[in-house]
């Protein structure tokens, strides 16, 4: 069966840094999107980073970086420079096959991970 385990979130001052992780199983290395999506109270899910094969896509680049690891099959969201207004939760996800931005193209989630961005 397909899994998605996410993990990385906390607590971190404004301007510090989280690496978050999904971990895998089930699905294709190939053919498959990867994305980090984050959602706050009251708000819709929004996609923060995604990738497929070599293409990647970050809601802020410089910022938000979003790498793979095959071997692992595992991906990661490194946030670095984080505000207050990144505080949400953050959720691992998979497309087959091309990624696209609305959380109801993606067909697996992982549990979600809190980050909290403090003053």
């Known amino acids: 069966q397909v899994q998605l385990v996410d993990s990385g979130g906390g607590s971190v001052q404004a301007g510090g840094s989280l690496r978050l992780s999904c971990a895998a199983s089930?699905?294709?290395?190939?053919?498959?999107?990867m994305a980090w999506f984050r959602q706050v109270p009251g708000k819709e899910r929004e996609r923060v980073a995604s990738?497929?094969?070599?293409g990647v896509w970050t809601l802020y680049q410089g910022r938000f970086t979003i790498s793979r690891d095959n071997a692992k099959n595992t991906v990661y969201l490194q946030m670095d420079s984080l505000k207050p207004e990144d505080t949400a939760m953050y959720y691992c996800?998979?497309?087959?096959?091309?990624?696209?931005?609305?959380?109801?193209?993606?067909?697996?989630w992982g549990q979600g991970t809190q980050v909290t961005v403090s003053s």
């Open positions: 996800a998979a497309r087959r096959y091309y990624c696209a931005p609305d959380r109801s193209g993606y067909d697996y």
């Open positions: 089930g699905l294709p290395y190939s053919g498959t999107c």
């Open positions: 990738i497929y094969g070599s």
